[in-house]
T-cell receptor, first 114, second 112 residues
Framework: KAGVTQTPRYLIKTRGQQVTLSCSPI?????VSWYQQTPGQGLQFLFE???????NKGNFPGRFSGRQFSNSRSEMNVSTLELGDSALYLC?????????????FGPGTRLTVL | GNSVTQMEGPVTLSEEAFLTINCTYT??????LFWYVQYPGEGLQLLLK?????DKGSNKGFEATYRKETTSFHLEKGSVQVSDSAVYFC???????????FGKGTRLHILP
């Protein structure tokens, strides 16, 4: 079974621009979560989608949004980029989500905002 | 709410040394506890988990025991290898929803 894939792997943008990141979960997985990883804050939860609905949300401003398609693929969008948005964005999938279940992570998209 | 604290790194050891990475938690009830590992240039992957008190999770020579009395889930390995160099994250779910909380991560360097 193919793992979680994320595209692109690397991205360079300038302040004020917007960006869309893509995540393809493992086949059959219906839950997709997004995380922001930075050296200072560690891993911070952005949101989780399950069956095309946002099921959980972290404490990020409205500039961060996402969606999930009927095939479970998910996209994350960040508008009006700020320097502080530079980070590794990780996507994770699991069959049903849930508090006791393993999450399978993709390799991440490294976003640099100049 | 639930929280997790793990020792700060980096931790530098010589090959074949004994490893302990401390993790303590605060939780309502007895949630599952996890250790994830992130190798350079990769995403996180589950290393081991324990679902109830006194459970021992183990994988690839690593072990961690769910200690209710000390609210700890320390990661141990008897003899580390250079290939174990990575960042290790302790994690548990929140008590209100299905989010997973990760510790800050501990970077491990193993010298040959």
């Amino acid at each position: 079974k193919a793992g979680v894939t994320q595209t692109p792997r690397y991205l360079i943008k300038t302040r004020g621009q917007q960006v869309t990141l893509s995540c393809s979960p493992i086949s059959g997985h219906r839950s997709v979560s997004w995380y922001q990883q930075t050296p200072g804050q560690g891993l911070q939860f952005l949101f989780e989608y399950f069956s095309e609905t946002q099921r959980n949300k972290g404490n990020f401003p409205g500039r961060f949004s996402g969606r999930q398609f009927s095939n479970s693929r998910s996209e994350m969008n960040v508008s009006t980029l700020e320097l502080g948005d530079s980070a590794l964005y990780l996507c994770a999938s699991s069959p049903q989500g849930g508090r006791n279940n393993e999450q399978f992570f993709g390799p991440g998209t490294r976003l640099t905002v100049l | 709410g639930n929280s997790v604290t793990q020792m700060e790194g980096p931790v530098t050891l010589s090959e074949e040394a004994f490893l302990t990475i401390n993790c303590t938690y605060t939780a309502t009830g007895y949630p599952s506890l996890f250790w994830y590992v992130q190798y350079p240039g990769e995403g996180l992957q589950l290393l081991l988990k324990a679902t109830k008190a006194d459970d021992k999770g183990s994988n690839k020579g690593f072990e961690a025991t769910y200690r209710k009395e000390t609210t700890s889930f320390h990661l141990e390995k008897g003899s580390v290898q250079v290939s174990d160099s990575a960042v290790y994250f302790c994690a548990l779910p929140t008590n209100r929803d299905d989010k997973i909380i990760f510790g800050k991560g501990t970077r491990l360097h193993i010298l040959p």
